[in-house]
């Protein structure tokens, strides 16, 4: 299985693939950061992150996609161009049938080094090791990322996944193969349900 | 000028196309509500406005978007939804070239009604009578949608329109022609103008 993990923003959206392993293991397929110009308006920036952003999904092909759950903090203005950033990579993903998974701050680092308030050293070190990276992810950034795609893959088989509906179509999602379409079964499903709800 | 307007939800996302005619008149061209099932998880609902939008941009082509500028309200669940519908609202008209304007809500009611506190009946009714409609809008919700677009239409011309670098253009955008490409020469250079910003 192949996750995408996000940690949207509109200055800078961390992105990084992964593939499972047997044993809970995981590699990193790839890693990096989306900008946008702070000088730039919203309507430019958003445009410029949904290029980019389909672009990772043409490249990389992900099974399933886990995003930072956002919820408002005390800095308003910056929570509002981080929900725009993420409705739009939801978006964009869903469009396409691949399912999305949600995941708080705490749980991905409660995930990845077992405790929620664990600190970004902690969790980019971590983060090297699951992956067995030999040096920690470049850019610093997209380390949040990397972990988000890892606590999917290891949250997303638990009990109790943060995202409703999601666990509905587990069993699928875990016997992945691709299909004629390039879609996996689980995938033709999720397209399926979106068009039945269309109707 | 035609001129989509958004108010932007992930439930219901209202949208109004309107087309500009001399001496500050419009004409109503459209007026719809996007829906989509409380039930469907968050990914499944943005997957689907962003399939719906982007069909009303193929068949309407505006010129310019214009949507309901989202704050911090106290229903922190209601706004991140919302935040997240205009983020892909944004992003997926941008990413065209359509230059995209925002609108507060008493911007908005100022522009229509002359009172930034005007109420929803207000607002209808200026609508159907700017629009010289029969009867007010239905459904009743996109009444707001319609009335972000004269907003944009009248705001858009006037000094402090609250979209930053918007209003650089806006020469150009007056004077639309359609040409080869079938984009308006502001949207050619909107969309250069992205290109420029991508590299």
Same mark, same amino acid.
């Given at each position: 299985?192949?996750?995408?993990?996000?940690?949207?923003?509109?200055?800078?959206?961390?992105?990084?693939?992964?593939?499972?392993?047997?044993?809970?293991?995981?590699?990193?397929?790839?890693?990096?950061?989306?900008?946008?110009?702070?000088?730039?308006?919203?309507?430019?920036?958003?445009?410029?992150?949904?290029?980019?952003?389909?672009?990772?999904?043409?490249?990389?092909?992900?099974?399933?996609?886990?995003?930072?759950?956002?919820?408002?903090?005390?800095?308003?203005?910056?929570?509002?161009?981080?929900?725009?950033?993420?409705?739009?990579?939801?978006?964009?993903?869903?469009? #396409? *049938?691949?399912? @999305? &998974?949600?995941? %708080? $701050?705490?749980?991905? +680092?409660?995930?990845?080094?077992?405790? =929620?308030?664990?600190?970004?050293?902690?969790?980019?070190?971590?983060?090297?090791?699951?992956?067995?990276?030999?040096?920690?992810?470049?850019?610093?950034?997209?380390?949040?990322?990397?972990?988000?795609?890892?606590?999917?893959?290891? #949250? *997303?088989?638990? @009990? &109790?996944?943060? %995202? $409703?509906?999601?666990? +509905?179509?587990?069993?699928?999602?875990? =016997?992945?193969?691709?299909?004629?379409?390039?879609?996996?079964?689980?995938?033709?499903?999720?397209?399926?349900?979106?068009?039945?709800?269309?109707?």
């Amino acid at each position: 299985m192949r996750v995408l993990g996000v940690d949207p923003g509109l200055t800078r959206c961390g992105l990084g693939v992964i593939d499972s392993l047997p044993s809970r293991r995981a590699t990193m397929v790839a890693v990096g950061v989306l900008r946008t110009d702070k000088n730039s308006s919203v309507d430019v920036r958003l445009g410029e992150l949904a290029e980019q952003f389909d672009q990772w999904l043409d490249d990389y092909r992900p099974d399933v996609v886990a995003v930072e759950r956002v919820f408002a903090r005390h800095d308003v203005s910056t929570i509002m161009g981080t929900a725009q950033a993420s409705g739009l990579a939801i978006g964009l993903a869903a469009r #396409r *049938g691949i399912p @999305v &998974g949600m995941h %708080t $701050p705490s749980e991905m +680092k409660a995930a990845i080094t077992g405790s =929620g308030r664990a600190d970004k050293a902690q969790v980019t070190a971590m983060v090297t090791r699951i992956l067995k990276l030999d040096a920690p992810p470049k850019p610093a950034d997209a380390a949040d990322a990397l972990a988000l795609a890892i606590c999917h893959l290891w #949250r *997303g088989a638990a @009990v &109790g996944s943060s %995202t $409703p509906g999601a666990a +509905k179509d587990l069993p699928d999602r875990l =016997g992945l193969r691709r299909e004629g379409s390039g879609l996996t079964r689980a995938q033709q499903q999720w397209a399926q349900a979106l068009k039945q709800t269309r109707k």
